[in-house]
């Protein structure tokens, strides 16, 4: 179907709607979709249930959505509440809001302000975060740039460059009410240039390492060059 052919789906109260294929799909109200929807642009602001897939040239989110199904998408903004059961594709993701993903999540870029939870691996070229993580298996990239803002967790990472870094000191809400303080934990983090700050983690592998300040690590083994920082904890050094 062409896009000129595709209609337009518009929802200001509280509906019921088919699914199918649409132009631009917009939920201001209250809306259940059944089954698969496809369309050009998916837009809600108020609530909205999708009961199978969902595909999207581009998706934003600034209410509540569940999705039963897959998502596809080229762009996806998140500034609500996002739910997907199924697996996430996608080209460009930003997560203002609070993303759950049950499945895998495949994307170019990834940048989280909010927090963003994986129940398995995410894939993508550049993986930037300034907001927190929870991601139950690997997270691959090309290049991680993790601004440690909040507590973040992952099982394993992998990449080219990885950068863990804290900017500014303790919270202020840390300070008036305790708790754990911003960081990384991490089984296993592995790559080529590696940078971490304020991290948790069993095994640190790459070329050149650099242990900062804040970090906990059991083992660190290193290639070419490895500096350790005075306020770094670490069991022990191999070099291959």
Not at 34 to 45: K, M, P, R, Y
Not at 116 to 138: M, N, P, R, V
Not at 219 to 228: A, D, P
Request: hydrophobic share 35%; aromatic share 4%.
């Amino acid at each position: 179907m062409s896009e000129q052919q595709r209609n337009n789906l518009s929802i200001a109260g509280i509906g019921t709607a088919v699914g199918g294929i649409y132009g631009n799909v917009r939920v201001d109200g209250a809306c259940r979709m059944n089954g698969a929807l496809e369309c050009t642009i998916f837009t809600v602001n108020g609530n909205c249930k999708v009961s199978g897939a969902l595909a999207a040239q581009e998706a934003s989110v600034n209410g509540m959505v569940s999705v039963q199904g897959s998502v596809q998408a080229e762009r996806l903004w998140i500034g609500g509440n996002a739910n997907f059961k199924g697996t996430l594709d996608c080209q460009e993701l930003q997560v203002n809001g609070r993303l759950v993903v049950d499945g895998s999540v495949h994307a170019e870029q990834i940048k989280v302000n909010g927090r963003l939870k994986a129940g398995s691996d995410i894939q993508c070229e550049h993986f930037a975060a300034e907001g927190g993580f929870d991601i139950t298996g690997l997270l691959n990239a090309g290049r991680i740039e993790i601004i440690v803002n909040h507590r973040s967790e992952v099982s394993e990472i992998g990449g080219e460059q990885i950068s863990v870094m804290r900017k500014g000191g303790v919270s202020l809400l840390k300070q008036l009410f305790g708790g754990k303080d911003a960081g990384l934990t991490a089984s296993l983090i592995e790559g080529d240039d590696v940078h971490l700050e304020h991290t948790e983690a069993r095994t640190v592998r790459g070329s050149r390492v650099r242990i900062g300040p804040g970090c906990r690590i059991g083992v660190v083994e290193y290639k070419e060059e490895l500096t350790l920082d005075p306020q770094a904890s670490v069991g022990r050094t191999v070099q291959h």
